[in-house]
């Protein structure tokens, strides 16, 4: 596999592979380091380390939609938190527990966290049973860390319900001694801002978009030597690389899906590389509120 030195060495028998697996390898998820992304997992991996007190920091993790919140956190608890079975006491250690919340909603939250643990409840449970339960096995695995994404979805209620949720929210990260990672678009900072007990324990850390500097042009390099092409693109060209941070605004999510519709096209047109008609051809893939039109 010498011909594919615009690879990593782990991908380049991939670009021999038929046009369907190489799509394939594509269309798969898979992570690409950057220096922010660095910076983040360090700071959360220090809360995770950080000794009990009675008033634990928490972090709220804000960045906008499809810029790669979730991925970071994802890999977050890949590289921290991945859970296994004590040999003395068999029972299942956790140290990181991520859920999602949709709503203003206490039993809700306590669902979703047992959800986690596949424990047995019944729907008649009230909210202190269910508390009950979910604090036990969070005691009962060790828990360190309680990470909330879809944070910003507790603006979707009442005043009353989302200052319920918060309460609880203070109670376990009091009860356990745990910090709290709560992440959501930038709209989740006027969440915490209503409550200033809740202020003072959530400090900020905000996922900012890219720019075009040297970082963004180490990203598409990085982007480049894991696609399966069988020819090199040079993506990080200042008139390639300035078209395609002009298509996806800087917003990670969109560099990923214009670069990986852009790849496959590569390979469907046998061109084998991203040229600058092609990367055009896809200008209409830029961040949307709503939902993107696709062009035909």
Known sequence: MDQFQHIIPKFREVA???DEDRIQFIKTKRWINYPV????IAHLHDLLQHPKQARMP???FVGDSNNGKTSLIERFCSLYGESY?????ELLIKPIVMTEISAPNVK?????ILEQFWAPHKPTYTVAQLRHVALHHLMQSKTKMLILDEFHTL???SAIKRNEALAELKMISNKLRIPIVACGIPKAATIISQDAQIQSRFSVLRLPTWEKNRDFVALLKAFEKMLPLKQPSQLASKE???KIFNISKGNL???HGLLQKCAIKAITSGVEQIDMEIVESFSWYTPTEGPREIEL
């Open 253 to 255: 999510g969109n560099i």
């Open 58 to 60: 928490s972090v709220l």
């Open 37 to 40: 992304a660095d910076q983040v």
């Open 240 to 242: 390639l690389g300035s």
């Open 155 to 157: 603006n979707n209620g």
């Open 108 to 112: 809700d939250l306590y669902l979703s």
């Open 85 to 89: 079975t004590c040999e003395d006491t």
């Open 16 to 18: 021999a592979q038929p």
